[in-house]
């Protein structure tokens, strides 16, 4: 009962009921919990649903939608098995399978190089619908489009982030886009120059389809998003010795069940946004209490006993967020935190948070532990751009000439010359 107590207690604190009171979780326990908008949860919804729909598909289907920066193959520059692409898939025999994403900034120009083209004219990859149509026949295209539904909820977790990091950066006496500096050009924009096609406007941002590809006016022309969203699919299947490649030594055995899944990690680029999974499977190392924590396990145990509005899936209104390595970029804080002292004292009245003396936020380690049923994960990992930090990945390389070549275009002065028609579409690597 004491536990008990202890745990509805602990959750209790966690929970932030603004973006202030997250900002100062992030910076003491390096992770949060925030109740998700409404608007991005019916978003959520509606692409966890194509999600499940697309893992039931055949494997070779499934390897078909990724799509690489360029299809030149060349010895040694890139690894068509890597989710590091445009877009990504990946399975490992009878544990897992990831499906990875960015968005793309609008293509004005229907030339495209030769070895582009895959990324926007493919029939068989993201960009196109047709595959869904006879799992929903009784909706349009557009309410079950995975290219559009994902697009939109990457957009709308990256600016969610955003803000969250802007009340951080507030916090530690920084510029208020002290974050977004290293970040894609995120720019609000949900008019489109042809609603007639299929599209979808959420808040400020907006997504559309045309023809075999989808595209977003909220990033430049051409350029291709640093961020991902990274969808996993857990079988949680059970190993037999045979198809179990690993062995653990007894000591460890213990943490047996988080081998079999996601060892203890720190993502990636700068932030990591997690609605609260179905199955419950994330756990995190809380850096106030020194300890690791079944956050999800929690949540859910919290959620039933406590709500009463008898909503489904009550706990996809929450979403954690947690540091990333890149935020080791971040400008060094001025040296006087009276402020942020004062913020976080009186945010934590109940004075169950020891505040950290120090002010750098840190990378927070997670693992996810076998659970009894298969499980999904919708992950957006918030990356930071190669030119502005540094390259991590192989695939960083041309995703930086890329964004460097499009970037290049967006500023300079439209020519009224027809011959210029093609100058905003997606740069060649051959161009290097």
């Known amino acids: 009962y004491q536990r008990r107590v202890r745990a509805i207690s602990f959750v209790q604190n966690l929970l932030s009921p603004s973006i202030q009171h997250a900002a100062c979780q992030l910076l003491n326990r390096g992770y949060c919990v925030l109740p998700l908008p409404q608007d991005i949860r019916q978003i959520y919804d509606s692409f966890h649903s194509s999600y499940e729909i697309f893992c039931k598909k055949d494997a070779l289907v499934k390897q078909s939608f990724a799509t ?27 544990l897992k399978e990831q499906f990875m994403f960015r968005v793309v900034g609008t293509i004005n120009s229907p030339t495209l190089p030769s070895d582009s083209k895959r990324l926007m004219t493919d029939p068989r990859g993201l960009f196109s619908p047709a ?14 489009d995975i290219g559009l539904l994902g697009g939109l909820l990457h ?7 955003r803000q969250v990091e802007r ?3 507030q916090l530690l006496n920084l510029p208020t886009d002290a974050f977004d500096s290293l970040l894609d050009p995120l720019l609000p924009v949900s008019s489109l120059t042809n609603p007639s096609e299929p599209h979808l406007v959420s808040g400020n941002f907006s997504i559309r389809r045309d023809h ?20 996993f699919h857990y079988y949680n299947t059970a190993f037999s010795e045979s198809s179990n490649t690993h062995t653990v030594p007894e000591s460890n055995a213990h943490d047996e069940q988080f081998f079999n899944n996601h060892a203890a990690h720190t993502d990636s680029g700068l932030m990591t946004a997690v609605v609260v999974t179905d199955v419950p499977g994330l756990e995190i190392f809380d850096q106030d209490l020194q300890g690791w924590i079944p956050l999800e396990q929690l949540l859910h145990s919290f959620l039933s006993s406590t709500d009463s509005s008898n909503q489904p899936n009550v706990h996809r209104n929450y979403v954690t967020l947690f540091w990333s390595d890149s935020v080791c970029y971040m400008p060094t804080p001025p040296s006087s935190s009276s402020s942020l002292s004062s913020m976080v004292s009186s945010l934590f009245s109940l004075n169950t948070t020891t505040i950290r003396s120090e002010k750098r936020p840190i990378s927070c380690l997670h693992r996810v532990g076998t659970s009894s049923s298969e499980r999904y994960s919708v992950v957006f990992k918030q990356r930071t751009c190669p030119l502005k930090t540094s390259c991590r990945y192989q695939e960083d390389y041309p995703l930086a000439f890329i964004q460097s070549q499009a970037q290049t275009t967006s500023q300079q002065p439209s020519s009224s010359s027809s011959s210029s028609s093609s100058s905003s579409s997606l740069p060649s690597l051959s161009q290097r």
């Not at 690489?68 to 877009?87: R, W």
């Not at 957009?155 to 982030?161: A, E």
């Open 68 to 94: 690489l920066f360029d299809d030149t193959h060349e010895a040694g520059t890139l690894q068509t098995h890597s989710t590091n692409q445009v877009h990504g898939f990946s399975s490992i025999q009878g």
């Open 131 to 144: 595959s869904f149509e006879t799992d929903h026949e009784n909706l349009s295209d557009v309410e079950h």
């Open 155 to 161: 957009l709308r977790m990256d600016d969610f982030c």
């Open 167 to 169: 009340e951080v950066a």
């Open 212 to 231: 075999h590809f989808c595209s977003s006016p909220c990033l430049p022309p051409s350029y291709i998003s640093s961020s991902l969203l990274d969808c």
